[in-house]
């Protein structure tokens, strides 16, 4: 099989695998729908030192018995997967040859408390944690060997793009919504209209919301527009904070979600709400910057402020559900697909961030 391997300084490579086979309790999935996630550009991006320490890690879990490494040294990358059962293990009993599946992409112990509720990502147990594209094979291949319960029903109303973007960018946004409560009732700001602040316009939109949408390339708001939001702001040309205050008449949002992974960001989505509103932090990627959070805020104002990793995989039926009753598709989300070989081109073209998801499609 053909599987897209990350080498930083903005290089992959696309290389020959031997088909892997699944264990006793494990399915092989053949891949119709693979997107690629912002998380994959730190890979994509990572200076030679970077990358150094990223395949140390992923050589260390391999050789704790833990992980899989393929036959070029590092992991192939991607970890929103989508497509059909090949193949089922000998003890596989509730996945069947045939089934269309979405892929939850990070496994845990599977016996702590976290990952009874659901929360495989917080798994207490030590060395435990996998994750496709991170220490073992990920979906940018033809192929994906996962867990039998790591395989989650698609439904014949969504597509196979659908399943992928449920991976994580849909599901993750679908996460932090429900964890704010949002509804019709709510005035939202959205920082940051890369993929997953893309799926939650299209899921707030659903849930009767009116949307603010902030950004700083004027390509993603434009996607963004499409989507359904009501005001939208260019951060590089006025004050997010400011603009918002002027819509909403000086009262503030009763809901604001940081996307971008940038303290600045999360900083104006503070100071966006009114008087006991609630915040969302998402994004992820800044981590060396250490900027003043205004703490005094949280009392003062009774704001309510929580996080989002990536969603919980208890939430993908509800987020399914959710989708099937109100029409909604991903599909629009997708602005370009590339058969795999042209790899180089679909992270090319992703990294220019003026995109909304690109995907793989077989």
């Not at 990223?54 to 590092?74: I, M």
């Not at 990793?309 to 039926?317: A, D, E, G, P, T």
């Not at 003026?354 to 499609?361: A, M, N, Q």
Request: hydrophobic residues 40%.
């Amino acid at each position: 099989m053909r599987g897209v391997v990350l080498l930083g300084n903005r290089r992959l490579a696309v290389r020959v695998f031997p088909d892997p086979e699944p264990g006793d309790n494990d399915v092989l999935v053949r891949m119709k729908a693979s997107t690629i996630c912002g998380s994959d550009l730190h890979r994509y991006r990572a200076s030679e030192e970077a990358y150094r320490v990223l395949y140390e890690e992923a050589r260390c879990y391999v050789e704790s018995g833990s992980g899989e490494q393929n036959s070029a040294g590092v992991v192939i990358a991607g970890h929103e997967p989508s497509g059909m059962v090949e193949r089922v293990g000998r003890c596989v009993r509730n996945v069947r040859e045939g089934d269309r599946v979405s892929v939850f992409h990070i496994f845990g112990c599977g016996y702590c408390e976290m990952c009874r509720k659901g929360y495989p990502m917080y798994c207490r147990t030590p060395g435990a944690i996998r994750a496709l594209g991170g220490n073992v094979n990920g979906a940018m291949a033809d192929f994906l060997v996962v867990p039998w319960w790591a395989c989650l029903a698609l439904p014949e109303e969504l597509s196979f793009i659908d399943g992928a973007v449920l991976g994580c960018a849909g599901l993750t946004a679908y996460q932090i919504l429900t964890k704010l409560e949002v509804s019709a009732r709510d005035t939202i700001a959205i920082y940051g209209l890369g993929p997953v602040g893309e799926c939650a316009v299209l899921l707030a939109k659903a849930l009767g919301s009116k949307i603010i949408g902030i950004d700083l390339i004027d390509e993603r708001i434009k996607i963004a527009e499409k989507l359904g939001l009501d005001e939208s702001i260019n951060a590089s040309l006025e004050d997010p904070v400011k603009r918002i205050m002027e819509i909403t008449h000086g009262d503030g949002v009763d809901v604001s979600i940081d996307f971008t992974g940038n303290p600045n960001a999360s900083i104006n989505a503070i100071r966006s709400v009114k008087p006991l509103g609630k915040v969302g932090i998402v994004g992820a990627g800044f981590k060396s910057w250490k900027p003043s959070i205004p703490t005094g805020i949280f009392p003062s104002n009774g704001i309510w402020i929580t996080g989002a990793r990536v969603s919980n995989i208890n939430l993908y039926f509800d987020c399914v559900n959710f989708m099937i009753k109100h029409n909604l598709t991903f599909e629009n989300i997708v602005t370009h697909r590339f058969p795999l070989e042209k790899a180089e081109e679909a992270f090319r073209i992703f990294d220019t961030q003026k995109t909304g998801k690109v995907g793989f499609i077989w």
